[in-house]
């Protein structure tokens, strides 16, 4: 099975402070997506990376960046956390499947807390 | 743009009840795939089901059963007898066909609660 791993279930920072998220997956995957879930909101896109070093903004990336320097991993980062970014945020690979098909899968999130 | 509308934001059940919930896509792509998520309490997101544009067949597994219809771009899930663990959050999603429109444009999700 394809496996997302983000490092941190739960994370606490501080206003202010440069927080990393860490998404690996271990299937050569080039696609991978940030996506940051509010009650209400639904998952909304924050980026996207096609290969490494590659990257696209997503409907709300004000605020972060992301990082890809290796295939497998896909770092999401809060430049200056503030009070606003304390949301749930889900890393997710997309893979081929037959027939031109393909699928997506998910990470178990990183709920993180700016205080 | 794609836009995924999940109207309610919350339904309650009694056990054994059918349930219903409603998905409204919005795309300009030819070509697209359509899914549908369970997220319970713990947190993870749950594959349920993908449909591709061109294939409007219904689906059905068990006690779910998917209604893909075209006409009014519309991809509701229905539970029969619905039981206390499938209480959980369900989001609708969508994915272009080609290039960068291939991320998911997930709805708002729709919470559902079903007591015993």
């Known amino acids: 099975d394809v496996k997302v791993t983000q490092s941190s279930r739960y994370l606490v920072k501080r206003t202010g402070e440069k927080v990393f998220l860490e998404c690996v997956q271990d299937?050569?995957?080039?696609?991978m997506f940030w996506y940051r879930q509010d009650p209400g909101l639904g998952l909304r896109l924050i980026y996207f990376s096609y290969d490494v070093k590659m990257k696209e903004k997503g409907d709300i990336p004000e605020g972060y960046s992301v990082s890809r320097e290796k295939k497998e991993r896909f770092s999401l980062i809060l430049e200056s956390a503030s009070t606003n970014q304390t949301s749930m945020y889900l890393c997710?690979?997309?893979?081929?499947?037959?027939?031109?098909?393909?699928?997506?899968?998910f990470g178990s999130g990183t709920r993180l807390t700016v205080v | 743009a794609q836009k995924v509308t999940q109207a309610q934001t919350e339904i309650s059940v009694v056990e054994k009840e059918d349930v219903t919930l409603d998905c409204v896509y919005e795309t300009r792509d030819t070509t697209y795939y359509l899914f549908w998520y369970k997220q319970p309490p713990s947190g993870e997101l749950v594959f349920l089901i993908r449909?591709?544009?061109?294939?409007?067949q219904n689906e059905i597994s068990g006690r779910y059963s998917w209604n893909f219809q075209k006409s009014t771009s519309s991809f509701n899930f229905t539970i029969t007898a619905s039981q206390v663990v499938d209480s959980a959050v369900y989001f609708c999603?969508?994915?272009?066909?080609?290039?960068?429109?291939?991320?998911?444009?997930f709805g708002s999700g729709t919470q559902l609660t079903v007591l015993p």
């Open positions: 449909r591709n544009s061109f294939d409007e």
């Open positions: 997710a690979s997309r893979f081929p499947q037959t027939g031109g098909r393909y699928g997506y899968t």
């Open positions: 999603a969508l994915s272009g066909g080609s290039g960068s429109a291939r991320q998911l444009t």
């Open positions: 299937m050569d995957h080039e696609n």
